[in-house]
């Protein structure tokens, strides 16, 4: 229903001011929280259902500072492994050691960091966490909406740095995935299952930093003239080629990820043996 405030401004009830948003004068003044028939709250759903149990996953196997490593596979949760790492986890030396808590713990930030700050993932848990709004034609419960211009919002617009951050966690997972094609004495030649998960794993890792939107920025912004820089400009198609499946490669990732660490986590529990192709 539409009043009037206490300036004797036109509102409708819940919604702000009538000059802004759902709210304005062009808008159909409509009581239903949405007119849509189809199923729009399967995707927020979906969405929150499979991040929660991600977070949940992850935050456990981050405390648990144990079942990290059977050689020649280390959890990408733990790499690289700086703190107080077991025998054999630490390619990179052990510069915290003095860490009292996990190891994961040290480095996780930084891939989190990416992650939460990612323009996917933004849209991802707006809509599924925040309602903010929930779907397109629907409107969100928030009486107001600042933007990313305050806390905590406004460290969205360190994307860019993390992702800094991403490529050199990427680079660190494809050395630990061409050192997985050695064996328990260091021999190379080995392939076990673990090293096929690896390789899918880290595929997905760059094809996920890669495509991101400030990697697009990155190799093709800020150009008047694309004909003078013909480097980033291919650069440019081809990430913004990649760019158009951002979204699958950021779910892809995340559930290669998730694979690769439980696969370590039942190897290292002695579950069972990982199986050797040669």
């Known amino acids: 229903m539409a009043s009037t405030d206490a300036r004797g401004t036109a509102t409708r009830d819940g919604d702000g001011p009538l000059g802004a948003g759902v709210g304005g004068p062009t808008r159909a003044l409509i009581e239903d929280r949405t007119l849509r028939q189809d199923r729009w709250w399967l995707y927020p759903l979906t969405t929150f259902v499979v991040f929660s149990a991600f977070v949940v996953y992850a935050t456990v196997r981050a405390f648990m500072g144990s079942r990290y490593y059977d050689s020649p596979y280390l959890s990408p949760f733990y790499s690289p492994c700086l703190g107080d790492c077991v025998d054999g986890a630490s390619d990179f030396g052990q510069p915290f050691s003095w860490w009292p808590l996990s190891a994961a713990l040290i480095i996780l930030i930084f891939p989190l960091g990416f992650r939460m700050t990612c323009y996917y993932y ?11 709004p929930p779907a397109c034609g629907v409107a969100e419960p928030h009486a107001a909406y600042s933007g990313e211009t305050r806390f905590p919002l406004i460290l969205q617009n360190a994307h860019r740095w993390f992702w800094y951050a991403a490529v050199v966690i990427g680079v660190i997972l494809t050395y630990d995935t061409v050192i997985s094609f050695r064996n328990a004495d260091h021999e190379w030649g080995h392939m076990g299952l673990g090293s096929v998960l690896m390789v899918v794993n880290v595929a997905f890792i760059w094809a996920y930093t890669l495509s991101c939107h400030s990697c697009r920025h990155i190799v093709g912004g800020r150009m008047r003239h694309f004909s003078k ?15 158009a499946r951002h979204a699958t490669f950021a779910w892809a990732s995340l559930f290669s990820i998730w694979l690769v660490d439980l696969y370590v986590l039942l190897l290292a529990s002695n579950v069972f043996d990982d199986p050797r192709f040669f």
């Open 122 to 132: 933004r849209k991802a848990y707006y809509r599924s966490f925040w309602l903010s």
């Open 229 to 243: 820089h013909p480097v980033r400009y291919k650069l440019w198609t081809w990430v913004s080629k990649l760019n």
